[in-house]
Each structure stands twice: as C-alpha cells, then as structure tokens.
C-alpha cells in the first residue's frame, strides 16, 4: 500500500506542476487558460495573522492522544499545513514543500515542529496517515494528525482554511517562529525557501 500510494503522490505531484509549467508559459495567451491555475502559480502571498490555538484533542499518526496547544507549544518553530492522503492535486505538492524543508533542514530538522492535519478525518486513520508519512520520508519531526470530523474543522477554523468540503481546499502553509510570535501566512504553492526564510537560526538551535 506504501508503495502505492507513493507512487500515487507522484505521479500527481509531475501531472499538477506539469500544468502549472504549461499554463505559466501560456500566461501571456490568456485566452481559454484555466483560471484557477493561474492563481496557483503565482507568487505565495506572505501575511502575517494572529490565531488563537483552540484546545482540541487529534490522534497523531503514531497513535497517540494528543492536545493541539501542547503539541505546537513544545518550544520549537512550528510550520503547519491542512492535507488528506487521498488528495491528488493540492496536497502532495504541499507535502512536496514541507520534505523539502525537511531536507534542506538537515541535522537542524529536530529543531523545527511540522504539522500536518487532515482535513478527512474520517478517512484518514493513524495508521493511513502512518503509511502517507512513510511514503513522502517525513521524520520523527513531521507528524500528522486526525481525530473527529469536529476537532478537524475547529482546527481549521482557527487557521482559517476552513473552506467548507475537503474539494475546496487551498493551499496553506502557516509557520510560527516561537509560541509568543506571530504567525506566518504563505497562500498559494509556497516554495522551501520561503518557508526557512522564516525560520531564523537562532530559533533552530536545540
């Protein structure tokens, strides 16, 4: 099934950003473009939000209970994203993003939170979520999470992405550099780059 499902997320990752390649050439033509790709290859809008961390309980993908303030208030920058494993267009370009980060972290990445919570709980189990971790190499640092339908869109809520249906959904990436900053709003296909440029290194040391 891991292997499956990784392949999956590639194969959708090349088929999405070869559109988005396409349609970027195209944009000076813009007649019979898509418009919704042409928002997605736009620069990520960078804002910077106050939200409050509702005190809800997820299950993470190791299966542990777990509350949402103590999980991202463990002394680490946090970098957040909203996914479900069976998405085939938004989410494994997010996810794509997020092992970069990863990647380009290196020996720092235990010193960096990410999160990833799923919008279709109902689906994704702990131990589906275990498998699309597997599959994307996300470290003991990456963890995904689920629990209730209710506790998910409360979350969502919070951070506003919340967007009604799971078809809805945008691209997010939110990132807080300590628990008394901040937060950092990325909309669209965030690169690494802009992710780790709001990571100072001071808050990576651990």
């Not at 909203?82 to 267009?89: E, K, V």
């Amino acid at each position: 099934m891991t292997r499956v499902l990784s392949r999956t997320l590639a194969v959708s990752a090349l088929t999405l950003a070869a559109a988005l390649t396409s349609t970027a050439r195209a944009e000076q033509s813009p007649v019979g473009a898509e418009p919704h790709l042409h928002h997605a290859v736009a620069e990520a809008r960078r804002a910077v939000a106050h939200y409050v961390v509702p005190d809800v309980q997820l299950i993470r993908d190791d299966g542990a209970v777990v509350k949402l303030p103590s999980e991202m208030n463990d002394g680490r920058p946090v970098v957040l994203a909203f996914i479900y494993t069976s998405c085939t267009s938004v989410c494994p370009l997010i996810s794509h993003t997020l092992a970069d980060v990863q990647h380009r972290l290196g020996e720092r990445s235990s010193g960096v939170h990410l999160m990833s919570i799923s919008i279709d709980p109902e689906q994704d189990t702990p131990s589906r979520l275990r498998d699309y971790a597997h599959s994307i190499n996300a470290g003991p640092e990456w963890q995904h999470y689920t629990g209730t339908l209710e506790a998910s869109q409360t979350a969502q809520r919070a951070f506003n992405v919340y967007r009604g249906d799971k078809m809805s959904h945008s691209p997010a990436v939110l990132v807080r550099s300590s628990a008394d900053a901040q937060w950092v709003r990325l909309d669209g296909f965030t690169t690494a780059e802009q992710v780790l440029a709001e990571l100072p290194d001071a808050g990576l040391a651990r």
